[in-house]
């Protein structure tokens, strides 16, 4: 299994979410003349694209991942972890039978929900019919037919968070260290990120 320090930043990933997931990246980025967090295009273009507009040749593109992984890895790793709460569980499972997906496949065979960031710095969870390669799978021991899917690099932002159910949304409790608050929701829930860095 992959693990934090391992996982490989790839230029066809669209610039705003290698931001998302590397928040340093926008810093690195601007340094090599790329100021893609504030151009309208950014959002859009992967990465190779966005450099390849400026003129950056192929070397280029793979210099400035290495400068952006370099940037990733300096940061202290992050527990490669995700708590689901039985409330969440319990919650989801009940979103999965009315979206029919209880008797499709998320509990038949090997699919599940991934928890992924969004391009705001918040969280989502959506229906996928197995993991992705190098993701870890979690159970709640409660709901232990319902899996949660994780990428190494978005652990690597929220390993070691909880996701729960309060108050009618889906809810990501940061340990404290990882931007001062303790909680961002889902965007699946209706709400903005509580917390951006």
């Known amino acids: 299994m992959q693990t934090q320090q391992d996982a490989i930043l790839r230029s066809e990933m669209r610039v705003i979410d290698i931001v998302t997931l590397v928040p340093q990246a926008a810093g690195v980025m601007a340094e090599w003349g790329l100021h893609c967090g504030g151009c309208s295009v950014g959002g859009l273009e992967t990465l190779a ?69 969004d391009g705001s710095g918040g969280f989502c969870m959506e229906f996928q019919d197995g993991p992705k390669e190098g993701d870890a799978t979690f159970v709640q021991a409660e709901v232990p037919e319902l899996r949660f899917f994780a990428s190494v690099l978005t652990l690597g932002r929220i390993g070691g968070a909880t996701i729960d159910m309060r108050d009618g949304r889906f809810k990501l409790d940061l340990p404290e260290d990882a931007c001062g608050c303790a909680e961002q929701i889902c965007g699946c829930g209706g709400g903005g990120a509580g917390c951006n860095e």
């Open 49 to 117: 694209e966005g450099c390849r507009a400026h003129g950056l040749s192929e070397e280029d593109i793979v210099l400035l991942l290495r400068d952006i992984e370099e940037a990733r890895r300096s940061l202290p790793p992050r527990p490669q972890t995700l708590c689901i709460t039985a409330a969440a569980a319990r919650a989801l499972r009940e979103v999965a039978s009315a979206e029919g997906k209880h008797e499709e496949r998320t509990w038949q065979g090997s699919g599940g929900i991934a928890v992924v960031l």
